[in-house]
């Protein structure tokens, strides 16, 4: 399974942007799509965004979709989520995970095998 480190979290004002990091360790990455969860207190995780391993397929939750971007350099090991036009509501524990195969077959959190250890975003109003 590969490591996953995020970084990129903070504070930041409503209508602003911040950029998620997610650095993994192992020889696999490109051959794993990626995935950015977040969780709210007491809640279970929720998808926010899905890439597949070559970079070129995508996929979004409604409530982010056209605010937050996922991309990857897969020469860096790296996935990232821009996020632009941030709401209160986007405040939440952000994490990255490793899809057990190439393509995003599910997005549901069993379906990634491998988790970062979750960066704060609060969005202040």
């Known amino acids: 399974q590969v490591q996953l480190v995020e970084s990129g979290g903070g504070l930041v004002q409503a209508g602003g942007s911040l950029r998620l990091s997610c650095a993994a360790s192992?020889?696999?990455?490109?051959?794993?799509?990626m995935g950015w969860f977040r969780q709210y207190p007491g809640k279970e995780r929720e998808f926010v965004a899905g890439i597949v391993g070559s970079g070129r397929g995508t996929l979004y939750a409604d409530s982010v979709k056209g605010r937050f971007t996922i991309t990857r350099d897969n020469a860096k090991n790296t996935v990232y989520l821009q996020m632009n036009s941030l709401k209160p509501v986007d405040t939440a524990v952000y994490y990255c995970?490793?899809?057990?195969?190439?393509?995003?077959?599910?997005?549901?959190?069993?379906?990634?095998?491998?988790w970062g250890q979750g960066t704060q975003v609060t969005v202040s109003s």
């Open positions: 995970a490793a899809c057990s195969g190439y393509y995003l077959t599910s997005i549901l959190p069993s379906n990634f095998n491998s």
């Open positions: 192992g020889r696999t990455f490109s051959l794993q799509a």
